[in-house]
């Protein structure tokens, strides 16, 4: 039996969306419940398929079946395709299966050629209108299907207009039109060597195989890249009889969404040409109205379409994105979907359909597209206030920020430290380049993409940044940047938007995160139904107040270093780390103890009655110290002995500390195990800082990390360590009660292996899954992402950066096998992820499934958590019901036979 690749809309459903596109399963449903919808076929995402696996080719059989299908639809309209005296017009548009709008092609008006056209003229009595279709159709084939620039077409019906002294299309007559079309024609034949094909059935072949090869145009793979969506899907391609808005004065065309894609709210929304075709809205050429003036012109057609909104949004039970025609008084809806809405209007339209009784709590959570979340909870721009957006790159880390260009990591430090804000400009960044990012407000980069270094260090310090602005060109050293006709110098302002790539000339003002009462009663429905705790990766007071402001339930991460890095403590932690002797480290950890104590005090303050994870000393000490190349250009340039004698000191102790690989070198707790009195220190801040805390009356539970864990003896002894010092610390003047826990993070796979083991000794496991990425891929991330790892995504060799989502065949077997060995041995091991991951929706899904306890994420990406947690569980338990059904169903069948 041969496949079925076409289907007429009246054999469809919305639920064929797999097979049919959305666009097209959509049209049979509407086809189905009775709308006006101009009859048609769909041919499906298989056909697609076996199109690219048979090198781009439509096989006799395809073209067998869509011959099938135009017969049916010929006899549906009593017309026949090609047929000079009634001739069948139609259109070929995409249809994906996940909506990407505006991303693949569309062609209206196929069928028409020298002789069809002039049938057209004597059906419609309006020659005008015939030859304006005719070379409606040369434009957007030639266009699309042979591959010649739109321009060429527009610089002739310019001309055309101009030597008319006109200035609308519609002021065109029939004879300007005539003439246009011969225009057409020839430059068809100038630029592609072919002239317009006059066979119709030529036309269609080639449309369609068009529409197929447009699944592959850069914008359409970069749209999948950004959301997603896997290559593998194909694109169905609808074709379906014409029906014309631009026909006279009792017709036009339209879309209108049923709510306010921007705010949310309950009401129509959309805009219309009155004696136009459908792209001319899309074109703007000519200025739409906004749909409620439709009222006043057409008030009979305003009703039926309000009724049509009406109708499709609960059939759909969501906000529906509509097309319409009117042709000669009658409406027609072209297509429909879920509109595409912003964070705030999707969170309102959510909620409001609940409380209309339109949709539950949970289709309410599952609506949530929560990657979107970021435009309410980063600053952004006041958008009354943006007028020159110079440039547009990729959106890489979420929030605007403004200040002043520097095009270099030490200008911007050096500015930062003056008190000025800044934005650090360069082609790309490298790791040499953190102090620069440390640094700015924001982050600009002419190169690389979502996955760059400048990417993900931005994100990661929940830094706004716009990378791989190809419309920048930076020249160093003029210290100037040019966008098209534009120069910035260093110094000048500018303005960044990360949630749109915007790149905009001068200090544009920005507006704080909303947090609105939409989102807040999401959340209270996420709360009700997730299983994960969501904590924060917090090391200071500020940030975890903040993240007890998204509600964050604890800190799942805080990373000590982190409170060593401001200058005046870095000097001290210097201090420490270039001691010769036990005495003078002592000396100097004896400093850096209050100063970590007050931090921790202000942490447990915040976090009153909630856990607080924090993690012991992680990196190599020489990530403390200045990199060799700058002290040496120092001491070349020193002009005192006692300068020169500290710098010689400090390049030694570099020397000394060098490693091969830091990554695997001494980090993490064999720093603890080598120099026991660094870990003793932390310790024993954290137990002060506690005892201070409880005598304030905060209830205070710290659970102390031991990072990179790789044997179990290494836990053991620091477990040791820390037990010994808080029971000193906490019984020091008085008796004190504190419940502390002490686990590790999992980062290195052999303790993941050995994980029965390493549980004896352990209160917690948390998955440090940055790490644990690196080394179970054996990859190093800057490496990865700065050399090879762009180049394994677009080979599809992996299907995700495996740093930003997390790799559950390789690294999640790992995760699974721990929690599921730890726990065999201790049933209360409590386990978390605190990596980069936490933040990540799909990850977050793959935790739920684990059954891990809890999530630890950046503050801004808690509401983020909490909401993908809840998804989570409900698509869990959405699954679990299917399979019990499966199973019922099966008995039911069993017990039949
Ligand atoms: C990790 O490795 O996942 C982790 C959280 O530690 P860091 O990123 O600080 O190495
Ligand atoms: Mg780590």
Redesign the pocket.
């Known amino acids: 039996m041969t496949l079925k690749m076409v289907y007429s809309f009246t054999e469809g459903n919305a639920k064929m969306k797999a097979l049919l596109g959305g666009k097209g399963a959509n049209l049979a449903e509407m086809t189905r419940t009775g709308l006006p919808v101009p009859p048609g076929f769909t041919i499906t995402t298989e056909a697609c398929h076996a199109f690219f696996h048979s090198g781009n080719r439509i096989t006799d059989d395809l073209l067998a079946q869509i011959n099938l299908g135009l017969k049916q639809l010929e006899s549906d309209k009593g017309q026949m395709f090609g047929d000079p005296s009634h001739p069948l017009l139609i259109s070929v548009r995409s249809g994906s299966v996940t909506s990407m709008p505006g991303m693949m092609d569309t062609i209206l008006n196929l069928g028409l050629n020298d002789e069809t056209v002039e049938g057209l003229v004597a059906l419609t009595h309006n020659d005008r209108f015939a030859y304006d279709c005719y070379r409606r159709l040369i434009q957007m084939f030639g266009s699309v299907v042979m591959g010649i620039e739109g321009f060429q077409f527009e610089r002739l019906l310019t001309r055309m207009k101009k030597n008319l002294g006109i200035q609308q299309d519609q002021e065109v007559t029939a004879e300007g039109w005539q003439q246009l079309i011969s225009e057409y024609k020839q430059c068809v034949k100038t630029h592609s060597g072919v002239e317009f094909p006059q066979n119709v059935h030529d036309q269609l072949k080639l449309a369609v195989e068009a529409v197929f090869k447009s699944w592959h145009n850069h914008r359409a793979q970069v749209y999948r890249k950004i959301n997603r969506i896997p290559d593998e899907q194909g694109t169905a391609v609808n074709v379906q009889s014409m029906v014309f808005g631009n026909k006279g004065d009792d017709c036009g065309t339209g879309v209108v969404f049923t709510r306010n894609p921007s705010s949310g709210e309950n009401v129509m929304f959309g805009e219309y040409l009155i004696n136009a075709q459908g792209e001319d809205v899309v074109a703007g050429v000519r200025t739409p109205q906004t749909i409620e003036t439709l009222k006043n012109i057409l008030p009979e057609m305003y009703d039926q379409i309000e009724q049509v909104c009406k109708q499709l949004e609960q059939h759909y039970k969501d906000m529906q994105d509509i097309e319409f025609t009117v042709e000669n008084g009658k409406l027609y809806v072209l297509q429909t979907r879920n509109g595409k809405r912003n964070a705030q209007a999707a969170l309102k339209v959510a909620v409001d359909l609940v409380s209309e009784g339109v949709i539950s709590r949970e289709d309410a959570l599952q609506r949530i597209e929560v990657s979107h979340l970021d435009q309410l909870l980063h600053r952004g721009i006041d958008e009354s206030a943006v007028t020159d957006v110079i440039a547009v790159g990729l959106p890489a880390s979420p929030g605007a920020a403004i200040g002043i260009v520097a095009f270099d990591a030490d200008t911007a430090a050096e500015w930062n430290k003056a008190g000025k804000q800044v934005i650090l400009v360069r082609s790309e960044t490298t790791p040499e380049d953190i102090h620069g990012v440390l640094a700015a407000e924001g982050v600009l980069t002419s190169r690389g993409g979502m996955t760059s270094h400048a990417a993900v260090v931005a994100r990661g310090m929940g830094k706004p940044c716009v990378c791989g602005c190809e419309g920048v060109r930076i020249d160093l050293q003029a210290k100037q940047m040019f966008a098209g006709d534009r120069i910035v110098e260093e110094g000048d302002w500018i303005t960044l938007d990360g949630v749109s790539g915007r790149v905009i000339q001068g200090a544009v003002p920005l507006k704080e995160a909303t947090v609105t009462d939409e989102l807040l009663q999401i959340l209270q429905w996420a709360d009700e139904v997730r299983k994960l705790r969501v904590y924060a990766n917090a090391d200071n007071p500020e940030d975890a107040e903040i993240a007890r402001g998204f509600g964050a339930e604890g800190i799942g ?1 805080c ?1 000590t270093e982190h409170m060593f890095f401001s200058p005046s403590r870095l000097a001290v932690m210097q201090r420490m780390i270039m001691a010769d002797s036990l005495e003078e480290r002592k000396i100097a950890l004896d400093q850096l103890l209050p100063m970590q104590q007050f931090d921790f005090e202000g942490i447990f303050k915040a976090m009153d009655g909630l856990p607080v994870t924090v993690r012991l000393l ?1 990196p190599p000490l020489h990530e403390f110290l200045p990199n060799l190349s700058e002290l040496q250009s120092k001491l070349q340039s020193s002009d005192t002995d006692e300068e020169k004698v500290q710098l010689q000191q400090m390049i030694r102790k570099v020397n000394a500390l060098h490693e091969s690989n830091p990554m695997l070198g001494q980090r993490g707790c064999r720093l603890g195990i080598v120099y026991p009195e660094i870990y003793d220190m932390q310790i024993e801040a954290i137990f002060k800082a506690a005892s201070a805390c409880i005598d304030r009356g905060v209830s205070v539970h710290p659970e102390i990390m031991i990072p990179l864990v790789g044997d179990v003896s290494e836990l053991k002894i620091l477990r040791e360590l820390v037990d010994e010092v808080a029971e000193q610390v906490l019984s020091a003047d008085k008796k004190r009660e504190c419940r502390y826990k002490v686990g590790t ?1 999992i ?1 290195v796979p052999r303790a993941a292996l050995t994980a029965r083991r390493i549980a004896a000794h352990a209160d917690f496991f948390s998955f ?5 990425t690196q080394m179970t891929y054996g990859y190093s991330r800057d490496d990865a992402e700065g050399k090879f790892l762009a180049h394994y995504l677009d080979k599809k060799l992996l299907p995700h950066n495996p740093f930003q989502v997390l790799d559950s065949e390789g690294v999640g077997q790992l995760i699974d096998l721990a929690v599921t060995a730890g726990r065999a041995l201790k049933p209360t091991l409590k386990t978390g992820i ?3 991951h936490g933040g990540d929706k799909d990850s977050i899904a793959f935790c739920h499934q684990t059954g891990l306890d809890y999530v630890s994420c950046s503050p801004y990406r808690i509401p983020m958590a909490r909401i993908a947690a809840a998804q989570a569980a409900i698509e869990h338990n959405n699954q679990v019901e299917k399979q019990a059904e499966k199973q019922a169903e099966k008995q039911v069948e069993a017990k039949a036979v």
């Open positions: 991460l990373r992680d993070m980062e440090g899954t940055n790490d644990l605190c990596g980069e």
